[in-house]
């Protein structure tokens, strides 16, 4: 057994110990892309999807730009889509390009920008990805921070092997233009989230990703690239507080260190 594999076996270990012990709800698909070894937990469980679901939202928008609109043109952002707590909100300029609104909702997470995005291309759009590619359990209901509709159940879902699917699609250039999928990973590559899977990783490593939160839910889904290109999607799920969601964070922070744990002489 060669050393990731081994590496990839421990961390399934470890994950599932932490997640039984803190009794989260945890999901995990770890695979070598280069050998296609893999080992998972849970994969097929069905997740809030939290941020997560702005990766197909924004190859969505990639694949149509050049068609009814292009990365340079300018939207204006409404009083509906401006949710607090996002960067063009904070900014305050009201007028964004795409490409700007598309950035800040990859780097920062941002949700206006999201909401805009949303707008722009449709839930219809998006969710043809889904059907496409099979991902059965994921779907595109709601905008973000629209906690009315999450009271009245209608939310945005995906599992850890629906987002593996999109990832490896990406990563193969499949389905999507090579031009989509290379813009995509560079782009994810500048998430600035480090509180999930790169954790308790000291060293830097190239990492295209997109993470996600809300008081229940922590996820983070992506791929490493180095010796080995690694598809890791951790989506973890446990009940609402602050010591809770610590938890769910330092549970996938430990998928993330024994996957890339540096070797002691």
Same mark, same amino acid.
């Given at each position: /057994?060669?050393?990731?594999?081994?590496?990839?076996?421990?961390?399934?270990?470890?994950?599932?110990?932490? @997640?039984?012990?803190?009794?989260?709800?945890?999901?995990?698909?770890?695979?070598?892309?280069?050998?296609?070894?893999?080992?998972?937990?849970?994969?097929?469980?069905?997740?809030?999807?939290?941020?997560?679901?702005?990766?197909? =939202?924004?190859?969505?928008?990639?694949?149509?730009?050049?068609? @009814?609109?292009?990365?340079?043109?300018?939207?204006?952002?409404?009083?509906?889509? @401006?949710?607090?707590?996002?960067?063009?909100?904070?900014?305050?300029? $009201?007028?964004y390009s795409v490409l700007e609104y598309l950035q800040w909702m990859m780097l920062e997470s941002c949700n206006a920008?999201?909401?805009?995005?949303?707008?722009?291309?449709?839930?219809?759009?998006?969710?043809?990805?889904?059907?496409?590619?099979?991902?059965?359990?994921?779907?595109? $209901?709601?905008?973000?921070?629209? /906690?009315? @509709?999450?009271?009245?159940?209608?939310?945005?879902?995906?599992?850890?092997?629906?987002?593996?699917? =999109?990832?490896?699609? /990406?990563?193969?250039?499949?389905?999507?233009?090579?031009?989509? %999928?290379?813009?995509?990973?560079?782009?994810?590559?500048? %998430?600035?989230?480090?509180?999930?899977?790169?954790?308790?990783?000291?060293?830097?490593?190239?990492?295209?990703?997109?993470?996600?939160?809300?008081?229940?839910?922590?996820?983070?889904?992506?791929?490493?690239?180095?010796?080995?290109? =690694?598809?890791? %999607?951790?989506?973890?799920?446990?009940?609402?507080?602050? $010591?809770?969601?610590?938890? $769910?964070?330092?549970?996938?922070?430990?998928?993330?260190?024994? =996957?890339?744990?540096?070797?002691?002489?």
């Open positions: /057994m060669n050393q990731m594999r081994e590496r990839m076996n421990q961390a399934l270990i470890i994950a599932e110990e932490m @997640a039984d012990r803190h009794k989260i709800s945890l999901s995990l698909v770890i695979e070598d892309l280069q050998s296609a070894e893999r080992v998972s937990l849970k994969e097929d469980l069905v997740h809030s999807s939290a941020s997560t679901i702005k990766i197909p =939202l924004m190859l969505a928008v990639m694949e149509e730009e050049g068609r @009814a609109f292009t990365f340079s043109d300018v939207i204006e952002l409404t009083d509906e889509q @401006a949710v607090d707590f996002s960067v063009v909100t904070q900014i305050g300029e $009201r007028r920008s999201t909401n805009v995005l949303i707008d722009l291309v449709g839930y219809d759009r998006v969710n043809r990805i889904f059907d496409d590619l099979e991902m059965k359990e994921t779907r595109l $209901r709601r905008k973000m921070m629209d /906690m009315e @509709a999450r009271k009245k159940g209608v939310d945005n879902t995906t599992s850890a092997q629906d987002m593996a699917i =999109l990832l490896q699609k /990406m990563y193969k250039k499949e389905y999507f233009s090579a031009s989509t %999928c290379s813009m995509g990973l560079s782009l994810m590559k500048r %998430c600035r989230d480090k509180k999930l899977l790169k954790r308790f990783i000291p060293q830097e490593l190239p990492f295209a990703h997109k993470s996600g939160g809300l008081d229940e839910v922590s996820h983070d889904a992506g791929i490493f690239f180095g010796n080995n290109n =690694l598809l890791v %999607c951790a989506f973890s799920t446990s009940k609402k507080g602050t $010591r809770n969601t610590l938890l $769910r964070e330092q549970t996938i922070g430990h998928i993330g260190r024994c =996957l890339f744990k540096e070797r002691r002489v």
